[in-house]
Nanobody, 125 residues
């Protein structure tokens, strides 16, 4: 089992920056690929960013490419999502997730084994 706890979500203005963090506990953090997803009200959960076990492979959704940066610190068992130039359409509950499988695209929710409870990000225009 891996327990994931997100933090850092809050209300901001368009153009602001925000850094989300996800703390992991339980099994060896470095054994898991990590992802960030988000779910806006009334919409399906969507992929935001993913990072491999050692941070070698990083993927982003087109909608956040160039604005968001995912990173991880295996010594601290954390994964972060730095969000710059935020837009109202970035408003959503953001979730971090862990996947034990080394293969896959990182893009699909069914690739992931463990999920956090989410943190709300609200961007006002």
């Amino acid at each position: 089992q891996v327990q994931l706890v997100e933090s850092g979500g809050r209300s901001v203005q368009a153009g602001d920056s925000l850094r989300l963090s996800c703390a992991a506990s339980g099994r060896t953090f470095s054994a898991y690929g990590m992802g960030w997803f988000r779910q806006a009200a009334g919409k399906e959960r969507e992929f935001v960013a993913g990072i491999s076990r050692l941070g070698i492979t990083i993927v982003y959704a087109d909608s956040v490419k160039g604005r968001f940066t995912i990173s991880r610190d295996n010594a601290k068992n954390t994964v972060a999502l730095q969000m710059n130039s935020l837009k109202p359409e970035d408003t959503a509950v953001y979730y971090c997730a862990a996947k034990g499988r080394s293969y896959g695209s990182y893009l699909r929710t069914d690739e992931y084994d463990f999920w956090g409870q989410g943190t709300q990000v609200t961007v006002s225009s």
